[in-house]
């Protein structure tokens, strides 16, 4: 008596493992669709925070942003900056596209007490820069000894 071999096919148990969790999640939860990742337009900016003695040094690449589409707020401590670079408008067809566009968004807690009446900030070749200055009780003093 023959007997047919069958060859094991880890892939397909997988992918039966998938649809099956599948099917769980659409019944819990209905049809939820994950968005495109082409299509996907929120991004995070790359960010550099430096600490000095006297303020929060921070520099954000947002190139293609302007001025007027980002905004920067300071609450406490905690730091945002979102804004949105918008797609110019095109003629031709779009052969590669690799530039980020979209709405972004950065928000860091600082680790210590700012004074947000001082915060200076400037937009300039695609780095917003911000300067944010340390309260005066959390800046370091050089205490003098004197004679006793």
């Given at each position: 008596m023959a007997r047919d071999l069958v060859t094991w096919d880890p892939f397909a148990e997988l992918e039966d493992v998938r649809q099956t969790m599948d099917?769980?999640?659409r019944s819990a939860f209905g049809d939820l669709r994950l968005p495109d990742p082409a299509r996907v337009t929120s991004w995070v900016?790359?960010?550099d925070i430096e600490e000095t003695d006297e303020a929060f040094v921070v520099e954000a690449e947002v190139p293609g942003a302007r001025r007027d589409d980002v905004t920067v707020d300071l609450r406490g401590n905690e730091l945002t900056i979102r804004g949105e670079v918008t797609e110019r408008e095109r003629t031709g067809v779009v052969r590669r596209r690799a530039r980020r566009t979209g709405r972004f968004e950065y928000r860091v807690t600082l680790p210590a007490d700012v004074d947000g009446d001082r915060v200076?900030?400037?937009l300039?070749?695609?780095v917003l820069h911000l300067e944010v200055p340390k309260v005066a009780a959390v800046q370091p003093r050089r205490i003098e000894i004197?004679?006793?």
């Amino acid at each position: 008596m023959a007997r047919d071999l069958v060859t094991w096919d880890p892939f397909a148990e997988l992918e039966d493992v998938r649809q099956t969790m599948d099917r769980i999640v659409r019944s819990a939860f209905g049809d939820l669709r994950l968005p495109d990742p082409a299509r996907v337009t929120s991004w995070v900016p790359a960010v550099d925070i430096e600490e000095t003695d006297e303020a929060f040094v921070v520099e954000a690449e947002v190139p293609g942003a302007r001025r007027d589409d980002v905004t920067v707020d300071l609450r406490g401590n905690e730091l945002t900056i979102r804004g949105e670079v918008t797609e110019r408008e095109r003629t031709g067809v779009v052969r590669r596209r690799a530039r980020r566009t979209g709405r972004f968004e950065y928000r860091v807690t600082l680790p210590a007490d700012v004074d947000g009446d001082r915060v200076t900030a400037t937009l300039r070749d695609g780095v917003l820069h911000l300067e944010v200055p340390k309260v005066a009780a959390v800046q370091p003093r050089r205490i003098e000894i004197t004679a006793g």
